[in-house]
């Protein structure tokens, strides 16, 4: 079973670049087996789907940050990251790395499995 | 843009059966899952592909889906099973519904 483990800075300056890494441990991230996916959700809110990854560099991103993210691998290190830049205030959220199971031949959605493994979440705050 | 329709919050006795709805256009021909999200805890997946469960989640939680609306089904609800609940479907991007707080009492 897949876990996944987010990191990175809690503050984060408005103007500047969020970075945020999750750790994969119990399979590889090489693996074409999952969509490695970014999800946040500001306070007291509901879920805001962000994109995922997949082989290793294909990439899918929300329209409504694509031109502010980056989602990318380190094979080294088995993990997989988000860049967002320019933040503001409204980006503070707390970030979820989580996983869903790929369905490889005609499949009706990328999420025809679920988002079946989440990390913990991590808590960023942009600050003026 | 997509979306998805959730009531705000439903109630509950605890024992009787609670059902969540989730509306949205043309939602008969995608695929719904929904998760649970306690407070302060990541959300879990409870089901997906409109019915199927996860190994671990119990019993008592069901999905079904009707026309353009589907729903998450909780029978014998239990005090722990208050939480809020999401429905997820895919339409070009991954889309939430905007979430319900299910309230056990």
């Known amino acids: 079973q897949v876990q996944l483990q987010e990191s990175g800075p809690g503050l984060v300056k408005a103007s500047q670049t969020l970075s945020l890494t999750c750790t994969v441990s119990?399979?590889?991230?090489?693996?074409?087996?999952?969509?490695w996916t970014w999800i946040r959700q500001h306070p007291g809110m509901g879920l805001e789907w962000i994109g995922y990854?997949?082989?290793?560099?294909?990439?899918y991103y929300n329209p409504s940050l694509k031109s502010r993210i980056t989602i990318s691998v380190d094979t080294s290190k088995n993990q997989f990251s988000l860049k967002l830049n320019s933040v503001t205030a409204a980006d503070t959220a707390v970030y979820y790395c989580?996983?869903?199971?790929?369905?490889?031949?005609?499949?009706?959605?990328?999420?025809?499995?679920?988002?079946?493994?989440w990390g913990q979440g991590t808590t960023v705050t942009v600050s003026s | 843009s997509y979306e998805l329709n959730q009531p705000p919050s439903v109630s509950v006795s605890p024992g009787q059966t609670a059902s969540i709805t989730c509306s949205g256009d043309?939602?008969?021909?995608?695929?719904a899952s929904w998760y649970q999200q306690k407070p302060g805890q990541s959300p879990v997946l409870v089901t997906y592909?409109?019915?199927k469960r996860p190994s671990g989640i119990p019993e008592r939680f069901s999905g079904s889906k009707s026309g353009s609306t589907a729903t998450l089904t909780i029978s014998g609800t239990q005090v722990m099973d208050e939480a809020d609940y999401y429905c997820?479907?895919?339409?070009?991007?991954?889309?939430f519904g905007g979430g319900t707080k299910l309230t056990v009492l």
């Open positions: 119990g399979d590889s991230i090489r693996s074409e087996t999952y969509y």
């Open positions: 990854i997949y082989n290793s560099g294909s990439t």
């Open positions: 592909q409109d019915t």
């Open positions: 989580a996983s869903a199971r790929r369905c490889i031949t005609a499949c009706p959605s990328p999420l025809f499995y679920g988002l079946d493994v």
């Open positions: 997820l479907a895919w339409d070009t991007i991954a889309v």
């Open positions: 043309r939602l008969g021909n995608k695929y």
